[in-house]
């Protein structure tokens, strides 16, 4: 069974826009859950771009499903973390200057710190994910820090065309067969659509995939819930 993040970053883009209320982050939470969502991810970004600590403090409260809470693994968020407590924090890179999320984490190169962020979300019962590359050293590493699942980054075969595709999903399919027999879950997310969705729901092993930008950008058009139905449609396929 795959599960489905929405992820309602981008409510709050379009909010802040005006830096006023609308739209709400807590009823577009609200509507993908009735939809069907299977959890509710947010990034709470260092520069507050989009999501902001009030909306994390309130989705909190009113979520009837789970958070799972991307943040970079800086001083600050990790303390917004340990007094929200979601369900899930999934540990991203974060540049100022990025759109979007661009790489994955660095896992491998700086273990012993994470190995540390990992082991305090533990102890307050919050599982952690690692958003990486589709690498084995990145997959490697994780393990090693005691992370709870990997989610790899799909941005690079969402981006791509033609034989390019091909390679990177060639790559999403060699770690799939990596994780296999590894005792760590296996996400997947990053520029998902409904278009590129069927060959990533194909990985084998795959449990989550969280998507934003698509969803949402859809939404405009249609409504949110039938932009979320719409994904749940191609999740429908392969969980029957
Ligand atoms: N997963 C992670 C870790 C992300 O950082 C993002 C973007 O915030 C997503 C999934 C969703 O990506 P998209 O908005 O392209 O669907």
Redesign the pocket.
């Known amino acids: 069974m795959i599960e489905l993040g929405v992820?309602i970053?981008?409510v709050a883009t379009l909010r802040e826009a005006r830096k006023g209320v609308s739209p709400s982050v807590q009823e577009a939470a609200a509507i993908a859950e009735a939809a069907g969502a299977h959890q509710i991810?947010v990034?709470l970004r260092d520069d507050r771009r989009h999501i902001q600590n009030h909306d994390i403090e309130t989705l909190a409260g009113t979520l009837t499903t789970r958070m799972n809470f991307?943040m970079g693994a800086t001083k600050g968020i990790i303390a917004v973390a340990h007094r929200i407590k979601p369900y899930t924090v999934?540990l991203?890179p974060e540049k100022r200057e990025e759109v979007?999320?661009e790489g994955g984490l660095d896992v491998a190169g700086q273990q012993d710190y994470l190995k540390e962020v990992v082991a305090g979300m533990h102890e307050l019962g919050i599982k952690v994910s690692m958003?990486i590359d589709p690498e084995q050293s990145q997959i490697d590493a994780s393990l090693a820090i005691g992370a709870d699942s990997v989610?790899l980054h799909t941005?690079a075969y969402a981006n791509a065309s033609g034989a390019a595709q091909v390679t990177e999903l060639k790559r999403l399919e060699d770690c799939a067969e990596y994780l296999a027999d590894k005792p760590i879950a296996f996400h997947g997310?990053?520029?998902?659509t409904v278009n590129n969705l069927q060959p990533v729901l194909a990985l084998p092993g795959l449990k989550e995939v969280?998507?934003?930008?698509?969803i949402i950008a859809r939404a405009i058009f249609i409504g949110l819930h039938a932009a979320v139905r719409e994904i749940l449609a191609e999740l429908e396929k392969v969980n029957t």
């Open positions: 992820n970053d981008h991810t990034h991307e999934c991203v979007t999320t958003f989610e941005g997310g990053h520029g998902l969280n998507i934003g930008h698509d």
